[in-house]
């Protein structure tokens, strides 16, 4: 018998893009990203939403910070499950949420070490094996300064619910209350 070595592994990078949102271009452009994002999804949804960050990111963006993250144990347990049909967990990320904690980062993990806001998916797809997720955190939203991020598998608007999929430590993302910001994940499966 041939053997095969085969290697299965997940990288998770962050991308956090916070942007200037003084001028009434840029309040416009907020409110239509948040109109979108509440509309049904759609197969140009995520089309839509990429050109109207794109614009945001021309305009606005003051800075951006990125950051690779660490699946953790729950999170990757789930895929096993679903991998063996147990259904206890859809294995769909619809949360994510910004804490204040600066903990670090262990496979061990199942919440932030202090949770402040979470918010529920703005736009995600996929092309062959890389994952796209993004959350976009308006200026009412919420602001202050955010050590750690992470990702929750079945999650609901309250905090540390759901399984946490994905943590990482951001190194102090600042969003101010006139700003603000989006969180693409891009999950690569090789």
Same mark, same amino acid.
């Given at each position: 018998?041939?053997?095969?070595?085969?290697?299965?592994?997940?990288?998770?990078?962050?991308?956090?893009?916070?942007?200037?949102?003084?001028?009434?271009?840029?309040?416009?452009?907020?409110?239509?990203?948040?109109?979108?994002?509440?509309?049904?999804?759609?197969?140009?949804?995520?089309?839509?939403?990429?050109?109207?960050?794109?614009?945001?990111?021309?305009?606005?963006?003051?800075?951006?910070?990125?950051?690779?993250?660490?699946?953790?144990?729950?999170?990757?347990?789930?895929?096993?499950?679903?991998?063996?049909?147990?259904?206890?967990?859809?294995?769909?990320?619809?949360?994510?949420?910004?804490?204040?904690?600066?903990?670090?980062?262990?496979?061990?993990?199942?919440?932030?070490?202090?949770?402040?806001?979470? +918010?529920?998916?703005?736009?995600?797809? /996929?092309?062959?094996?890389?994952? *796209? @997720? %993004?959350?976009?955190? #308006? +200026?009412?939203?919420?602001?202050?300064? /955010?050590?750690?991020?992470?990702? *929750? @598998? %079945?999650?609901?608007? #309250?905090?540390?619910?759901?399984?946490?999929?994905?943590?990482?430590?951001?190194?102090?993302?600042?969003?101010?209350? #006139?700003?603000?910001?989006?969180?693409?994940?891009?999950?690569?499966?090789?």
């Amino acid at each position: 018998m041939q053997h095969v070595a085969s290697q299965f592994a997940i990288k998770g990078i962050q991308t956090a893009s916070i942007f200037d949102m003084r001028s009434k271009q840029a309040m416009k452009l907020e409110e239509e990203i948040q109109r979108h994002i509440r509309s049904p999804w759609s197969e140009t949804h995520r089309g839509i939403y990429n050109q109207m960050l794109a614009e945001l990111k021309r305009l606005f963006m003051v800075r951006e910070h990125v950051v690779e993250n660490l699946i953790v144990t729950v999170g990757r347990s789930v895929i096993a499950q679903r991998l063996a049909n147990t259904t206890t967990y859809t294995g769909i990320i619809n949360y994510g949420a910004l804490g204040s904690g600066s903990t670090a980062v262990s496979n061990g993990q199942t919440q932030l070490a202090t949770e402040v806001f979470r +918010k529920v998916v703005a736009s995600a797809s /996929y092309s062959t094996n890389i994952a *796209f @997720i %993004d959350f976009f955190y #308006s +200026k009412a939203d919420t602001n202050g300064t /955010y050590n750690e991020f992470g990702t *929750f @598998i %079945d999650g609901t608007g #309250s905090a540390n619910s759901g399984q946490m999929f994905t943590r990482v430590l951001t190194g102090g993302w600042v969003k101010t209350s #006139s700003e603000s910001m989006t969180v693409a994940c891009q999950y690569t499966v090789s």
